[in-house]
């Protein structure tokens, strides 16, 4: 199938971001990019070095049939990224680029991890939070509760909330998508974007995203890998309103992710859904004024409602079922 437009690519991180993503060829990160490459079926294990800084990130992205790229940012003991150092790569891709910010609550504490969730969303112009929870310095549950204030926040500012996920989280019992279905009943106004798509429980993240619309699927370079196949029958039923395109980039070359995903068998419906429509609604990309108006007066309301709750000594009641 030809792609009628360009992509919105929801998972995409130039390799100058972090070492992490293989930018130094003399580091260990560099042959894990290599090794995972080879794991999830890359034609060319070693595509990512050919990009080497913003221009040619951009033209690749150009190149693979991709207009919009979402940076998914980390905070975990060993791959900080500071949101300053994504607000600037977005402000010099001239629109081609968008930042989810990423916080580590447990290394910032609740106040200060909800006022850097503030600064990020209303200074940096970010899209949106990042959950690491499987990854910090003691994994967490996606429903933990000292992830509650966080995601109550995202669901008053109107911003999405992505939760990573997937077959490298260090402990698996942690990558468990039933804990999603806990935070999309308690925030039926959230948006939640799973990366990674909890795989390989693809038929569990499947069920969690039929029971709840405001859950979203982003299975990026796992699509391809054993049993994603689900993913895409998903997505010619209930789900093309709610599975995201993602390449993965670097672990995954963004051409072949363009090429597998006209490939795949999706309706045409399905295809623009998956391929760019609903990461335009989410991200409400094309939207005058998207930040700069909108979400920066989310924000203030928010930091309003904060300050109102402080007053009049309001606690945080955590749930039982959400105790982890």
């Not at 940076?71 to 001239?94: C, F, H, W, Y």
């Not at 709610?242 to 795949?264: I, K, N, T």
């Amino acid at each position: 199938m030809s792609l009628v437009r360009p992509l919105v690519d929801m998972r995409t991180r130039p390799t100058f971001l972090h070492k992490f993503f293989g930018g130094l060829p003399d580091c260990p990160e560099f042959e894990t990019v290599r090794w995972l490459n080879r794991r999830v079926g890359a034609n060319d294990p070693d595509h990512f070095r050919r990009a080497t800084d913003l221009d040619t990130f951009l033209a690749e992205m150009t190149d693979a049939g991709i207009g919009t790229g979402i940076m998914v940012g980390r905070s975990t003991p060993t791959v900080r990224i500071s949101n300053d150092a994504l607000a600037e790569i977005v402000q010099r891709s001239k629109g081609r680029l968008l930042g989810i910010a990423s916080i580590d609550p447990l290394e910032l504490g609740e106040q200060d991890a909800l006022a850097e969730l503030r600064r990020a969303i209303g200074q940096l112009d970010l899209s949106g939070l990042n959950i690491d929870a499987g990854f910090y310095e003691k994994a967490l549950l996606p429903h933990d509760d000292r992830l509650m204030p966080l995601y109550e926040a995202c669901s008053d500012m109107q911003i999405p909330v992505c939760i990573m996920s997937g077959p490298t989280t260090p402990d698996l019992t942690f990558n468990d998508p039933f804990a999603v279905d806990i935070v999309a009943r308690t925030f039926p106004k959230l948006k939640i974007i799973c990366c990674h798509g909890f795989y390989p429980r693809v038929a569990d993240m499947i069920a969690v995203a039929f029971r709840n619309e405001n859950v979203f699927v982003s299975p990026d370079m796992y699509t391809w890998s054993p049993g994603g196949r689900l993913y895409i029958e998903a997505a010619n039923g209930f789900m093309r309103d709610q599975l995201l395109f993602g390449s993965s980039y670097p672990f995954r070359p963004m051409r072949q992710g363009v090429e597998d995903l006209g490939a795949a068998g999706l309706t045409d419906e399905a295809v623009s859904r998956v391929g760019w429509e609903n990461a335009e609604q989410l991200l409400k990309i094309g939207k005058q004024g998207r930040h700069s108006v909108a979400q920066r007066a989310r924000c203030e309301a928010y930091r309003r409602h904060s300050t109102t709750i402080a007053s009049t000594g309001f606690t945080y009641t955590p749930m039982e079922s959400n105790t982890q």
